[in-house]
């Protein structure tokens, strides 16, 4: 089946530590993203990658990393500067056709910073 | 740049009642917009979308929703909903950022239906 996966689900950070969300696809897509969800506050644009080995800063990047080695991974590293990392961490993929284009979405990681 | 806003936060309703989620845009000469559909712990996922033609677009599971111009409004309807609809609902419009392809995302409405 094609389609996103991400792992893990659920993620436990201590303060001062690093970690870092995985995300794959199989939908032969070139285009990335990664996205914050918070309560009452929709999706936030952390990072995107339109092609390999080139992504831009989303609205939030702060705090985060990224690298795109392949055209299927996107991984996303939360850093120990992100201030308050405890958040829905939400992976998406499209085509580069136009901007009509349908964002797929993974499952998700629940990060929980202890 | 493009901004999206979802009217109600949250939207009750009984079963097998008509409901209607609201998002209204901002202003553009060509638009491009989306409702994306979230169950609990769980991915978004496609529910419509609405590109060029016809300003009404439909659902394979009922809902619809009705592009209009003049009121810069994609309201989300259903006749009449089930418990299975129950969900976090969010409106997307497309934007162009330095070629880039960005999806433009509401706060949400939570969709609860009761029996």
């Known amino acids: 089946d094609g389609g996103i996966t991400q792992s893990p689900k659920y993620l436990f950070r201590k303060e001062g530590q690093n970690v870092t969300l995985s995300c794959e696809q199989n939908?032969?897509?070139?285009?990335m993203y990664w996205y914050r969800q918070d309560p009452g506050q929709g999706l936030r644009l952390i990072y995107y990658?339109?092609?390999?080995?080139?992504?831009q800063k989303g609205d939030i990047a702060e705090g985060y990393s990224v690298s795109r080695e392949k055209k299927e991974s996107f991984p996303l590293t939360v850093t120990s500067a992100q201030k308050n990392p405890t958040a829905f961490y939400l992976c998406?993929?499209?085509?580069?056709?136009?901007?009509?284009?349908?964002?797929?979405f993974g499952p998700g990681t629940r990060l929980t910073v202890l | 740049a493009q901004s999206v806003t979802q009217l109600d936060s949250q939207v009750p309703v009984f079963e097998e009642a008509p409901v209607e989620l609201r998002c209204n845009y901002s202003?553009?000469?060509?638009?491009?917009l989306f409702w994306y559909v979230q169950y609990p712990n769980q991915g978004l996922q496609l529910l419509l979308k609405?590109?060029?033609?016809?300003?009404l677009v439909e659902s394979i599971n009922g809902f619809e929703a009705e592009f209009n111009k003049s009121q810069t409004s994609f309201h989300l309807r259903k006749p009449s909903v089930h418990i299975s609809d129950t969900a976090e609902y969010f409106c997307?419009?497309?934007?162009?950022?330095?070629?880039?392809?960005?999806?433009?995302f509401g706060a949400g409405t939570r969709l609860a239906v009761h029996p």
């Open positions: 998406a993929s499209s085509t580069q056709r136009g901007r009509g284009d349908t964002q797929y």
């Open positions: 997307a419009v497309s934007d162009l950022e330095q070629g880039y392809n960005k999806l433009i």
């Open positions: 609405y590109l060029s033609g016809s300003t």
């Open positions: 939908l032969n897509h070139d285009a």
């Open positions: 202003s553009s000469v060509s638009v491009y």
């Open positions: 990658s339109q092609i390999v080995n080139d992504f």
